[in-house]
């Protein structure tokens, strides 16, 4: 185990996240962390410390709630996203965005590509923009690789809304937020979506509202 003068200030800055027991505080748009690329992740948390970070955002995620979240997100600069879906939703909805259920898993040094041309476009939001959602257009299908929390390599393909989580939180790690990809037209606060678009897909939406779906 690191001693306290190997420690890098990432460890530092995490050591102090930690110290307070509970959910740590989001980030919200505006803080400059949410706009940088991260570093890569290359044993700055020694094992045990990075194992106390990654259940600090498992909680943190599952207080919001949300179904992912990453490093930045919690105002720390670090290659690290998490994310989990129990998918409690409609039938209709499964089937129209393809939302099933993913178990928690880590992820560290994300990236991903495309798999076939193919898009699709959905209301989208976000625990560090709160209270608004927007349609997003993203692959349908991507690769992602990287590794998980132990350093074993992860390469594997998401579709459907699996697909839209982990693209949504490898995009913070690159200082992007889904807002950068929105049709802005569609911005809507959540009580708009609950009383008007709640529906498996944006089209009354875009109907309604003036943008295209691809």
Request: charged share 25%; glycine share 8%.
């Amino acid at each position: 185990m690191a001693t306290p003068s190997d420690r890098t200030p990432l460890a530092e800055q995490v050591e102090q996240l930690l110290a307070t027991e509970g959910p740590l505080a989001i980030v919200a748009a505006g803080d400059p962390v949410l706009r940088r690329p991260t570093e890569r992740f290359d044993g700055q948390l020694d094992p045990a410390l990075l194992a106390r970070f990654v259940e600090a955002l498992r909680i943190t995620m599952h207080a919001a709630p949300g179904v992912g979240l990453a490093a930045p997100q919690v105002g720390v600069g670090l290659r690290i996203a998490v994310i989990e879906d129990p998918a409690p939703v409609p039938e209709e909805v499964r089937l129209a965005r393809g939302r099933v259920p993913q178990p928690f898993r880590v992820l560290v040094n994300p990236s991903y590509e495309a798999v076939g041309a193919a898009r699709a476009a959905f209301f989208e939001g976000c625990l560090s923009v709160p209270g608004y959602q927007a349609v997003v257009t993203r692959h349908a299908e991507v690769r992602l690789t990287g590794e998980d929390e132990h350093g074993r390599a992860v390469d594997e393909v998401f579709t459907g809304w699996p697909a839209r989580i982990v693209q949504h939180e490898t995009d913070h790690l690159d200082g992007m937020l889904y807002l950068d990809r929105a049709e802005l037209r569609s911005l809507s606060s959540n009580q708009a979506i609950a009383e008007r678009w709640a529906g498996p897909t944006p089209a009354r939406a875009a109907e309604a509202l003036g943008f295209e779906l691809p």
